[in-house]
């Protein structure tokens, strides 16, 4: 087989792989990466298709010491306060449900969270505002006025930022609870007030031997995903 003809197969493998390898890490170890790493990562993650072009994410990326301030201000700033997020939370109903509840459940065995034992179910929802122990977090944010799709296009880019690290291997993971307060972020970052807040990644070399890394969700099979039109 030529070299030209085996391209898209090896091209294919790489993707699978990646594809398969990566996992939402919810124990980093605290090694900051080298800042040539991070931009590696943005500058392959900045070839996300969009909408028109658009390119309606934008990332704030936080060095290893300006996470520890972020860090420690936002487990303060949560205590006590109401969820207020830019974006409505999805109502989460049936077969969405169903799959929700399996990931909560799979890490509350994986971590000893007991049923019922509320204390500690809420220090491991915590662990979110902690950002998992990453030594790096980002908070992605898009222009109000560009909307559903806005949003959209950064959903996209995230899951390429993710893909793009654990090519270098990088573990990260999106952290939606980072924008259940987007008027800290907007303090602590000085954001325009037309940002909106979409979600936070947190990314860094993770602790392989951490009980919260052991399970792997399932993924649902081609024929509940997928309706094929043949006429």
């Not at 109000?144 to 390429?160: E, I, M, R, T």
């Not at 270098?168 to 970052?189: D, S």
Request: net charge neutral; hydrophobic share 45%; aromatic share 10%.
């Amino acid at each position: 087989m030529s070299g030209t003809a085996a391209e898209p197969g090896q091209r294919h493998a790489v993707l699978a792989s990646l594809l398969e390898e990566r996992y939402s890490c919810r124990a980093f170890r605290p090694d900051p990466l080298p800042r040539e790493t991070t931009e590696t990562i943005l500058q392959m993650a900045q070839r996300t298709a969009s909408w028109c072009n658009s390119q309606a994410w934008h990332l704030s990326v936080a060095s290893a010491p300006a996470t520890e301030r972020l860090r420690a201000a936002m487990l303060q700033y949560v205590q006590g306060r109401e969820p207020a997020p830019d974006l409505a939370w999805p109502e989460y109903q049936g077969v969405y449900q169903e799959r929700r509840r399996e990931c909560g459940l799979q890490l509350y065995r994986a971590t000893g969270v007991a049923r019922g034992d509320a204390a500690a179910a809420q220090r491991q929802r915590l662990e979110n505002f902690r950002f998992f122990g990453a030594p790096h977090v980002a908070l992605v944010t898009t222009d109000a006025s560009l909307g559903v799709y806005g949003v959209l296009d950064c959903g996209a880019y995230v899951s390429n930022f993710m893909l793009a690290a654990r090519s270098l291997g990088v573990a990260a993971i999106a952290l939606a609870a980072l924008a259940a307060y987007p008027q800290f972020w907007r303090e602590q970052l000085k954001l325009a007030a037309q940002r909106q807040v979409v979600c936070g990644i947190a990314f860094g070399f993770e602790d392989a031997a951490h009980p919260a890394n052991s399970f792997r969700t399932s993924r649902a099979a081609l024929d509940q995903a997928v309706t094929w039109i043949d006429t």
